[in-house]
C-alpha cells in the first residue's frame, strides 16, 4: 500500500472551483475532484498552524491544553508509528515555523525528510546589507522576508515548486515499490502572497490602474483585522485579493504537477491521495482580514478535503458527512492496516466509510485556538461560538518551554506548577505554565455566536435560540470532558458542568 498526503496552508475552500469559486480558474482542482471523494463539511480543530499540525500525527485535538509549541515527549506520532510497523514515511515541506524553538521534534518522526528554504521570514539568505523595497504601509513586511525575495528569480526557485519538486523525485525513486507514505506540505498560499512574475499580471495591471505603489501581498493582522482600522483602502484590499489569486494559480498548477506524476507512474490502482489544508483565511469577507484575532468563521474553519482511497474506487462524489483535521492519521492507518497503540489516545476516526458510502463517523466536533473561543459543530449544520471568560486565569499543560520562535518567559517558568498527568501524557504529570491572556473583553462576543450554516452559509444572522444554545453546551461540556480538558475549563467557556447530565 502507498499513500500521497498533500498539505496545503490558507487555502481558501471558497476560492477553488469545486467548491463554488469563481475567482479565478482552477483546472487542477476541478481534475482532482473529478478523481476523489470531495467533503463539503470538513471542519478545522487546533488552530493555527502547528497546533494544526500536532493534530495530524496525534488524531486529538490539543488547543484546550496548549498553544503552539513543539512536539510533546508522550505524544503519539502517526508517521513514527507507520515507520516503526515497517511502513517507510517520508516528508518534503517549505514550512519554516519547523526550524523555530516551537516547531520542533515534527520533522524527525518520519523515515527521511527534505527541507526547503525560503518561505516567509525564514532566517535563510544572509545579507547584511538590507536591500531597498517599496514601503508598504499600512501592509506587513519583514527585512528577512525581502532579503529572500532576492533570491526567488524563475518559478523553479519559489520554495512550493521546489517542494513539490522534491515529491516528484521521491516518486521517481520509489513509485515501483511497496508500502510508503509521502508527505509533501507547502506553505502556500499563506501570506505573503507573493507568486512569480508570470501570474501576476492582473496585480499589476490593476496596481498601475489605480496608482498603487505599495507592496499589497502582505495583509495585516490586528485587532479584529479589520479593514478600517488599518487604514486599507478599498483598492488595497481588492490588489491583495489579487495578488492571493495569483498565489493560487500557482498552487494549482503545483497540483497539476503531482496528477500528471500519478498518471505517469500509475499510482491510482494502489496509492491513496489526501489533499488537505491547515485552515482558510478572510480576505475582506464579513469586514475582516486575516485569521487569529476573530472567531474562526467559516471562511477560516470549513476546509477543503480531497480523499482518493483505491479499495473504494469513489470519485467524483460530494460527501456531507462532518469530518476534521484529527480524523486525516486515523484514515491513513486504516489504510495501511496499522492499529494505534492503546495509550495513543487518538480521538480521530478513519474516514473509510465516509468515502465509501457517506456513513457519518461523527455528530459532532469541536476547534478554536488556546487561550479564544471555543466552537461546537454539529453534522446538522449548526455551529456555536462561546467566548471565553478573560477573568479566568489561563495557563498551558505542557513539558516544552518552547513557544512559537522563542522560549518562554523566565518569570512564566519560575513560577510553574506540577499539575496531573492527562489521559494523554502516557502517566507522566505535566506542568501547569501561566500564560498571558490572548486580548481584550472587547475583541470577543460577550455571549455566545449561534449560526444554522445550512441556512445562514455566509454566517451573517446569529440565531436568538435558547434550545439551540442548550444543546451546542452540552455537547461542548461533553467534549471538554472526553478531551479531558483542565478543570477550569468549563468556567473559561462558562458551560455549566451540569450539562453533562442532561
Given at each position: 500500500?502507498?499513500?500521497?498526503?498533500?498539505?496545503?496552508?490558507?487555502?481558501?475552500?471558497?476560492?477553488?472551483?469545486?467548491?463554488?469559486?469563481?475567482?479565478?480558474?482552477?483546472?487542477?482542482?476541478?481534475?482532482?475532484?473529478?478523481?476523489?471523494?470531495?467533503?463539503?463539511?470538513?471542519?478545522?480543530?487546533?488552530?493555527?498552524?502547528?497546533?494544526?499540525?500536532?493534530?495530524?500525527?496525534?488524531?486529538?485535538?490539543?488547543?484546550?491544553?496548549?498553544?503552539?509549541?513543539?512536539?510533546?515527549?508522550?505524544?503519539?506520532?502517526?508517521?513514527?508509528?507507520?515507520?516503526?510497523?515497517?511502513?517507510?514515511?517520508?516528508?518534503?515541506?517549505?514550512?519554516?515555523?519547523?526550524?523555530?524553538?516551537?516547531?520542533?521534534?515534527?520533522?524527525?518522526?518520519?523515515?527521511?525528510?527534505?527541507?526547503?528554504?525560503?518561505?516567509?521570514?525564514?532566517?535563510?539568505?544572509?545579507?547584511?546589507?538590507?536591500?531597498?523595497?517599496?514601503?508598504?504601509?499600512?501592509?506587513?513586511?519583514?527585512?528577512?522576508?525581502?532579503?529572500?525575495?532576492?533570491?526567488?528569480?524563475?518559478?523553479?526557485?519559489?520554495?512550493?515548486?521546489?517542494?513539490?519538486?522534491?515529491?516528484?523525485?521521491?516518486?521517481?525513486?520509489?513509485?515501483?515499490?511497496?508500502?510508503?507514505?509521502?508527505?509533501?506540505?507547502?506553505?502556500?498560499?499563506?501570506?505573503?502572497?507573493?507568486?512569480?512574475?508570470?501570474?501576476?499580471?492582473?496585480?499589476?495591471?490593476?496596481?498601475?490602474?489605480?496608482?498603487?505603489?505599495?507592496?499589497?501581498?502582505?495583509?495585516?493582522?490586528?485587532?479584529?483585522g479589520s479593514v478600517e482600522a488599518h487604514g486599507i483602502t478599498q483598492e488595497q484590499e481588492e490588489l491583495c485579493r489579487l495578488e492571493y489569486?495569483?498565489?493560487?494559480?500557482?498552487?494549482?498548477?503545483?497540483?497539476?504537477?503531482?496528477?500528471?506524476?500519478?498518471?505517469?507512474?500509475?499510482?491510482?490502482?494502489?496509492?491513496?491521495?489526501?489533499?488537505?489544508?491547515?485552515?482558510?483565511?478572510?480576505?475582506?469577507?464579513?469586514?475582516?482580514?486575516?485569521?487569529?484575532?476573530?472567531?474562526?468563521?467559516?471562511?477560516?474553519?470549513?476546509?477543503?478535503?480531497?480523499?482518493?482511497?483505491?479499495?473504494?474506487?469513489?470519485?467524483?462524489?460530494?460527501?456531507?458527512?462532518?469530518?476534521?483535521?484529527?480524523?486525516?492519521?486515523?484514515?491513513?492507518?486504516?489504510?495501511?492496516?496499522?492499529?494505534?497503540?492503546?495509550?495513543?489516545?487518538?480521538?480521530?476516526?478513519?474516514?473509510?466509510?465516509?468515502?465509501?458510502?457517506?456513513?457519518?463517523?461523527?455528530?459532532?466536533?469541536?476547534?478554536?485556538?488556546?487561550?479564544?473561543?471555543?466552537?461546537?459543530?454539529?453534522?446538522?449544520?449548526?455551529?456555536?461560538?462561546?467566548?471565553?471568560?478573560?477573568?479566568?486565569?489561563?495557563?498551558?499543560?505542557?513539558?516544552?518551554?518552547?513557544?512559537?520562535?522563542?522560549?518562554?518567559?523566565?518569570?512564566?517558568?519560575?513560577?510553574?506548577?506540577?499539575?496531573?498527568?492527562?489521559?494523554?501524557?502516557?502517566?507522566?504529570?505535566?506542568?501547569?505554565?501561566?500564560?498571558?491572556?490572548?486580548?481584550?473583553?472587547?475583541?470577543?462576543?460577550?455571549?455566545?455566536?449561534?449560526?444554522?450554516?445550512?441556512?445562514?452559509?455566509?454566517?451573517?444572522?446569529?440565531?436568538?435560540?435558547?434550545?439551540?444554545?442548550?444543546?451546542?453546551?452540552?455537547?461542548?461540556?461533553?467534549?471538554?470532558?472526553?478531551?479531558?480538558?483542565?478543570?477550569?475549563?468549563w468556567l473559561r467557556f462558562r458551560i455549566p458542568t451540569n450539562q453533562l447530565q442532561k
Open positions: 500500500m502507498k499513500a500521497i498526503f498533500l498539505t496545503f496552508d490558507s487555502l481558501n475552500r471558497h476560492w477553488l472551483a469545486p467548491y463554488g469559486g469563481q475567482q479565478i480558474p482552477t483546472p487542477n482542482f476541478d481534475r482532482l475532484a473529478a478523481r476523489t471523494a470531495t467533503f463539503d463539511n470538513c471542519y478545522v480543530g487546533s488552530m493555527p498552524c502547528i497546533p494544526a499540525r500536532r493534530e495530524l500525527h496525534t488524531g486529538r485535538y490539543n488547543f484546550l491544553h496548549r498553544g503552539w509549541g513543539p512536539l510533546e515527549p508522550y505524544d503519539f506520532s502517526m508517521p513514527e508509528h507507520l515507520r516503526h510497523q515497517g511502513i517507510y514515511t517520508h516528508l518534503v515541506t517549505d514550512h519554516y515555523h519547523y526550524w523555530e524553538d516551537g516547531g520542533q521534534h515534527y520533522m524527525q518522526r518520519y523515515s527521511t525528510y527534505d527541507f526547503v528554504r525560503g518561505q516567509e521570514c525564514d532566517e535563510w539568505k544572509p545579507l547584511v546589507r538590507t536591500p531597498e523595497f517599496p514601503k508598504i504601509n499600512p501592509f506587513v513586511c519583514t527585512v528577512q522576508h525581502q532579503k529572500n525575495r532576492q533570491f526567488l528569480r524563475e518559478p523553479e526557485d519559489w520554495p512550493m515548486h521546489r517542494t513539490f519538486s522534491g515529491g516528484l523525485e521521491f516518486l521517481d525513486l520509489n513509485a515501483g515499490e511497496d508500502n510508503w507514505l509521502l508527505h509533501i506540505e507547502t506553505f502556500d498560499p499563506h501570506e505573503p502572497f507573493y507568486a512569480p512574475a508570470n501570474y501576476r499580471e492582473k496585480a499589476r495591471a490593476y496596481a498601475e490602474k489605480h496608482g498603487i505603489q505599495e507592496r499589497c501581498d502582505w495583509p495585516p493582522y490586528g485587532r479584529n489569486a495569483a498565489l493560487l494559480a500557482f498552487c494549482d498548477d503545483q497540483l497539476g504537477r503531482l496528477l500528471d506524476a500519478m498518471d505517469r507512474h500509475q499510482l491510482w490502482d494502489d496509492t491513496m491521495l489526501i489533499v488537505n489544508t491547515d485552515h482558510g483565511f478572510l480576505l475582506g469577507e464579513k469586514g475582516l482580514i486575516a485569521k487569529c484575532f476573530m472567531p474562526f468563521y467559516n471562511e477560516i474553519a470549513r476546509i477543503p478535503l480531497f480523499i482518493w482511497d483505491p479499495r473504494t474506487g469513489v470519485k467524483g462524489e460530494r460527501r456531507q458527512s462532518l469530518a476534521q483535521t484529527i480524523d486525516l492519521p486515523a484514515t491513513l492507518l486504516d489504510f495501511f492496516g496499522v492499529e494505534p497503540p492503546p495509550d495513543a489516545a487518538m480521538q480521530g476516526r478513519s474516514l473509510r466509510p465516509v468515502v465509501e458510502r457517506d456513513e457519518p463517523v461523527r455528530e459532532a466536533g469541536i476547534f478554536g485556538m488556546f487561550g479564544a473561543e471555543l466552537h461546537v459543530v454539529t453534522d446538522d449544520g449548526c455551529v456555536g461560538i462561546f467566548p471565553p471568560d478573560l477573568d479566568v486565569p489561563l495557563a498551558a499543560r505542557t513539558l516544552s518551554f518552547g513557544t512559537k520562535k522563542d522560549f518562554r518567559p523566565l518569570e512564566a517558568i519560575a513560577s510553574l506548577e506540577t499539575d496531573r498527568a492527562y489521559t494523554f501524557s502516557r502517566g507522566v504529570a505535566l506542568l501547569k505554565l501561566p500564560e498571558r491572556q490572548k486580548g481584550s473583553n472587547e475583541r470577543f462576543p460577550h455571549k455566545p455566536l449561534l449560526f444554522n450554516v445550512t441556512k445562514d452559509p455566509t454566517q451573517e444572522s446569529p440565531a436568538d435560540d435558547p434550545a439551540l444554545e442548550e444543546r451546542l453546551a452540552r455537547i461542548a461540556s461533553e467534549s471538554l470532558r472526553e478531551n479531558d480538558a483542565p478543570e477550569e475549563t
